[in-house]
């Protein structure tokens, strides 16, 4: 077949096809906007300029430490300003950056820092102790490197062979660095929690990292300098992508090393914070503040959040602070957030009741996502618009992962049809937005009936002194499975009893989806606020 007139005598040359890289977005901001704020911690202010000669110093250090582009840095650090450097610095130098959760025990670590074969780690001193343990579990010992924080008290203990500033110190601030040859290049790698068996590691690619940086920005309408506050921690999905949606924004990057609700409450006022994201038990905290510990605000607020569809009941709340709210949804196999509940003007005129419940749904496809659908997982048939079909969350798009790394079977199965199977189940409404129901392995059959556990915690949200609800499957002899519902009250709401929570989802429900226990405790949570539903479900079965 000819060529098209169109492609003759036009190839692709260095002056027209540049690999898409997010490490575009610092070097652009810096050289631009020098002097406009980029980091803020505690007292500590440093500007994009000191910013990018300190990444541009790590990326040069670490090459002069002999560790090799394609091989992995990991680093076990909260949001502190050397988490946010290290998502330049590291793939700065040809590298793949492994940001490790910090929640994990030393088995879990050890996993990963073998699996991922890594070179070095950046180590903040809370985690001395697991990290010591985890490298202890290793025949390759990777070089550590001590993050000394002044914000942490006490300061813990130092393991490393050498500190942070004194790595920079050996680093080069003209160093040059290394964009991708290939935006297929991997730039980070991320494991799954690994509830099922061992974590998978998601390996994310230049392109991806861009296309969903640059998505957070059109999804959010987020101006020029906005001023972000890291709720959400960096080593979930790389932060959502965000550490590189902010430099590409020239906006500020107002680290926190712990969430504690006063404490966002009085960053969000006085650093004038314009955007932060977070799980729903974020918002939660935000909303269950005491009355005295609340500020006003006199700057617009937004907020995303995912990880669990969130109760209308805290949206409406969070609203009624003054905070707008954006629900997004994605998984790590997609760079974070993919979805979002894009709003309608004509949603404006709704009661907050109703606007609230609009807003709980995962909606529609990011710009970079090329497509959604919500179909039969077998034969890829799409489900009715109704609003009632359920059928899986399917994606395909240049922000779908690379793979798992090692682990050619299952990144087959993730794939498999030319879609990311991402396991939840949901319903697609007529207006296009769709709305999960459930994970599949949460879903609770009751005498063949369908539960949706993400309804009934809904319903239990509903109840005034409810502060986090969850709900899972409990073995049932004559139904199979019967809904049991853990609950933790709102303090000094006063005594409420298993039977008022079961009589209100019966005034709300059918009685059939209304749980048969109600346990009144602690919710168990990973370090992003996900409720671990595992743990309660193995709870459950011992009731």
Known sequence: MSQSIFEQGLPKTAANHVPLSPLTFIERTASIYPDYPAVVYGELRRDWGTTWERCRRLASAIEKRGIQPGETVAAMLPNVPAMFEAHFGVPLAGCVLNTLNIRLDAEAIAYMLEHGEARAILVDPEFADVIEEAVGKLDKKPLIIDVADPEFV?????????????????????????????????????????????????????????????????????????????????????????????????????????????????????????????????????????????????????????????????????????????????????????????????????????????????????????????????????????????????????????????????????????????????VWHEDGYIEIKDRSKDIIISGGENISTIEVEDCIYSHPAVEEAAVVAKPDEKWGETPCAFVKLKVGYGEVTEQEIIDHCRQHLATFKAPKTVIFTELPKTSTGKIQKFVLRDEARKQ
């Open 154 to 426: 006490p300061e813990g203990r130092s393991i490393g062979e050498l500190e942070y500033e004194a790595l920079l110190a050996e680093g080069d601030p003209d160093y040059a660095y290394r964009l991708p040859e290939d935006e297929w290049q991997a730039i980070s790698l991320n494991y799954t929690s690994g509830t099922t068996g061992k974590p998978k590691g998601v390996v994310y690619h230049h392109r991806g990292a861009y296309l969903n940086a640059t998505s957070n920005i059109l999804v959010w309408a987020m101006p020029h300098h906005p001023v972000y506050l890291w709720t959400l921690p960096m080593f979930h999905c790389n932060g959502w992508c965000f550490p590189w949606t902010i430099a590409a924004a020239a906006g500020t990057n107002v680290c926190l090393r712990k969430v504690e609700a006063k404490r966002v409450m009085d960053l969000i006022a006085d650093e004038q914070v314009s955007h932060f994201s977070g799980a729903p038990i974020v918002l939660n905290g935000l909303v269950n503040l005491p009355g005295e510990q609340k500020r006003d605000f006199d700057h617009p607020v937004k907020v995303t959040t995912a990880g669990a569809a969130p109760p209308a009941s805290v949206i409406a709340g969070v609203e009624t602070l003054g905070i707008d709210v954006t629900h997004v949804y994605g998984l790590t196999e997609v760079y974070g957030p993919v979805t979002s509940c894009a709003w309608r003007a004509a949603w404006d005129e709704l009661p907050m009741e109703e606007r609230a419940k609009l807003k709980s749904r995962q909606g529609v496809r990011y710009h970079m996502l090329e497509a959604l659908c919500v179909a039969d997982p077998n034969t890829l048939e799409p489900v009715p618009k109704d609003g009632q079909t359920i059928g899986e969350i399917l994606m395909r798009g240049n922000n779908v992962m690379k793979g798992y790394l090692k682990n050619e079977a299952a990144t087959e199965q993730a794939l498999e049809g030319g879609w990311y199977h991402t396991g939840d189940l949901a």
